[in-house]
């Protein structure tokens, strides 16, 4: 068993997976690789996610430590950003394979089965 932040896990990938999982964290994410993007900026990229969900998935990553909120209020309008931390960015790698996998899938057209 693996314990982080008070959460058990019963394996290494399960911590993983319990940071980055789910259907957006790893499209936040993979989005965040580039450069610091505003919240509407994300929803324009992100089509098909609620608001709601955008808000609670940026929330979580937040209290992960994987990504960072940076409230700009020098002028008006109120500017929010969000970037990876630099415990985020050690995901880059893991990230860039997982949308590499998924781009040689969509490739070769592989369906699985269950």
Do not use: H
């Not at 608001?51 to 309008?77: C, F, H, N, W």
Request: proline share 4%; hydrophobic share 35%.
């Amino acid at each position: 068993m693996y314990t982080v932040k008070g959460k058990e896990y019963p394996c290494c990938t399960s911590v993983t997976m319990g940071i980055i999982g789910g259907k957006w964290k790893s499209v936040i994410l993979f989005y965040l690789i580039k450069e610091p993007l505003r919240y509407n900026e994300l929803r324009k990229k992100m089509k098909d996610v609620t608001e709601r969900t955008l808000s609670l998935q940026l929330k979580d990553l937040e209290a992960d430590g994987v990504i960072q909120r940076q409230v700009y209020t020098t002028k008006p309008p109120l500017k929010v950003e969000y970037s990876l931390t630099d415990f985020g960015k050690t995901l880059i790698p893991l990230l860039q394979e997982m949308a590499k996998w998924g781009n040689y899938v969509v490739k070769n057209e592989l369906e699985t089965t269950i």
